[in-house]
């Protein structure tokens, strides 16, 4: 009798726990009240421009019209339950359907930040349906291989060395990962290599972050960085121009005081970049869709870590603006110029 009480008591517990984490990943911040990017008319001069679309993490898809570049590619999106009790492996029919969703169907590179699985995963997926080069780390080429990617279609990067795709000049340079708890750390091998080929499905502790890297990309139309971690190395950027900085804000609440000082001038600053635009905030273990909600609170402090980006941004002279997930803006450094004098001539 004693037994089947405990047994029920036990059962009662877990459920009230379940139910408690349950509601608790349903607490989520909005991005209401927050400088939102709004789509600029069309340059209807023949200024080159480019197409650059967010699609969640760190995912953009970046396109003049005649060459298209992907970061990433991270569309499975898998849940946060299959991340704790299973291995993990690309969901080929999500890939694909927002393949078709974003109008994609050609690429020339998928370009990948680190190798951790919500950047790495799909990559080697969407650069095979597309054509593309896959480009990264020793890891991430070795997540290529074990996919079955021919060797002639996977480039290991060498950082500083730029890497040529139409008018575009793609330069990967080293960086850091975000500073986590010391067993978020140990789960997702930080500072640790995928040291031979990694065939899916494969634990969460499989996809080890590999080498971290900040994206220098340059074009005609204008010079863009992204940062899929808000993490950094000191003078990383330095030397490098861009118009546009498109900057991970997750976990920056979480960091010491003078952190996200460190991280805008190692980026914003660095760079000269006159606008700034947070990714990696999503709920990237939901489908990916126009409304798709950011982190809960128990997971991400969206509001204390936008307070801080945004408040250095400004200090930097740039402006702070917060795309959709799947918003497409048009960029060139006629209409950034332009947009940049209104928005001086505004506040004045």
């Known amino acids: ?21 349950t509601i608790a990943f349903q607490v989520r911040p909005t991005t209401e009240g927050w400088p939102a990017y709004t789509a600029q008319p069309a340059d209807q001069t023949n200024h080159p421009s480019l197409s650059i679309t967010w699609l969640g993490t760190s995912t953009l898809l970046i396109s003049d019209g005649t060459t298209t570049l992907l970061t990433d ?35 020339d590179a998928v370009m990948v930040v680190h190798s951790h699985f919500d950047h790495v995963m799909d990559a080697p997926w969407v650069a095979m349906k597309t054509g593309a080069h896959l480009l990264g780390s020793e890891s991430t080429a070795n997540v290529g291989r074990g996919a079955g990617m021919d060797e002639k279609d996977i480039r290991v990067v060498t950082p500083g060395k730029g890497v040529q795709y139409g008018d575009f000049e793609v330069i990967f340079l080293s960086s850091e990962h975000v500073p986590q708890a010391e067993w978020i750390d140990r789960l997702t091998g930080m500072g640790e290599d995928i040291s031979e080929p990694l065939s899916p499905p494969a634990p969460v502790d499989a996809w080890k972050e590999g080498e971290s890297y900040v994206l220098v990309i340059r074009h005609p139309a204008g010079n863009i960085v992204i940062q899929g971690s808000a993490g950094f190395a000191d003078g990383q950027l330095d ?12 976990g920056l609440s979480r960091q010491a005081s003078g952190y996200t000082q460190d991280y805008v001038r ?66 060139s450094k006629q209409s950034a110029a332009k947009d940049l004098s209104a928005s001086h001539a505004t506040s004045e």
């Open 1 to 21: 009798m004693r037994i089947t009480r405990w047994l029920i008591g036990s059962l009662i517990t877990l459920l009230i726990i379940v139910c408690v984490l």
């Open 73 to 107: 590619g991270y569309f499975s999106r898998v849940s946060k339950l299959d991340v704790v009790t299973r291995s993990l492996s690309p969901n080929v029919a999500r890939i694909n359907k927002n393949l078709r969703a974003a109008n994609i169907e050609k690429l």
């Open 239 to 250: 030397g490098y121009q861009a118009d546009i900085a498109f900057v991970s804000s997750v």
């Open 266 to 331: 190692n980026t914003v600053r660095a760079t000269g970049a006159k606008a700034v635009i947070p990714i990696h905030w999503d709920d990237f273990f939901v489908p990916l869709q126009a409304g798709t909600p950011a982190l809960p609170y128990l997971m991400e402090n969206l509001p204390a870590s936008f307070t801080l980006l945004a408040e250095e941004v400004k200090k930097a002279g740039a402006k702070f603006e917060v795309m959709q997930p799947k918003q497409t803006m048009t960029f």
